[in-house]
């Protein structure tokens, strides 16, 4: 990807995370890159082709970041393995303490663009199948996402460090049998 392109996503989705996708226009992103209306659709064609690059783009930074928290480890039993997943999640959250940007874009999208929905959904069938691929079952795939998914609500309204102990421990029930 040029830089044209890097610039104009990572101004994005700044504003994307920080306002929400409808609430910024093409003008304000332009503006904040320092580029043409033109160089975006050039680059882009749409606003909602570039939110689907910048979910893509957030992801593979997402999974890069999971990856790398789960690399510092060795062999771990499964509660270990979602425990550093669950503390890689929070630490992520307390970075980017909006909540999740592929949740907002469903909520401002659905019923709206199926292209988008799409690629959200894409996203949390990825992270089922990452989870299954650390050798927790289809069941538990799903268990810990509910609880990872959760605790990326509820820090919206509750104290993370608070979310971040008792999901540890909501873990430890799951998984420690």
């Known amino acids: 990807m040029d830089s044209k392109s890097q610039n104009i996503l990572d101004n994005a989705e700044t504003l994307f995370y920080q306002h929400g996708f409808h609430a910024v226009g093409i003008k304000k992103i332009v503006s904040q890159a ?8 050039n680059h882009f064609g749409s606003k909602e082709n570039l939110i689907i690059q910048i ?6 930074r997402y999974m890069e970041y999971l990856k790398n928290a789960l690399n510092d480890k060795r ?9 550093t997943i669950a503390l890689a999640n929070t630490n992520w959250l307390k970075k980017n303490s909006q909540g999740c940007l ?7 999208y659905d019923q709206v663009n199926p292209d988008i929905i799409n ?18 079952s289809e069941q538990e795939a799903i268990r810990l996402a509910i609880q990872i998914e959760g605790a990326a609500a509820l820090v919206e309204t509750t104290e993370i460090e608070t979310v971040e102990k008792e999901l540890v421990e909501t873990l430890n029930l799951l998984f420690n049998k």
């Not at 062999?75 to 425990?83: D, N, V």
Request: charged residues 30%; contains cysteine.
């Open 34 to 41: 320092k580029v043409s209306i033109m160089t975006l659709y």
């Open 55 to 60: 979910l893509d783009q957030r992801e593979i």
């Open 75 to 83: 062999q771990q039993s499964k509660y270990e393995t979602a425990c």
């Open 102 to 108: 592929f949740l907002r874009a469903k909520e401002e």
């Open 119 to 136: 690629r959200v959904d894409l996203h949390k069938r990825n992270m089922l199948s990452f989870y299954k691929q650390l050798g927790f």
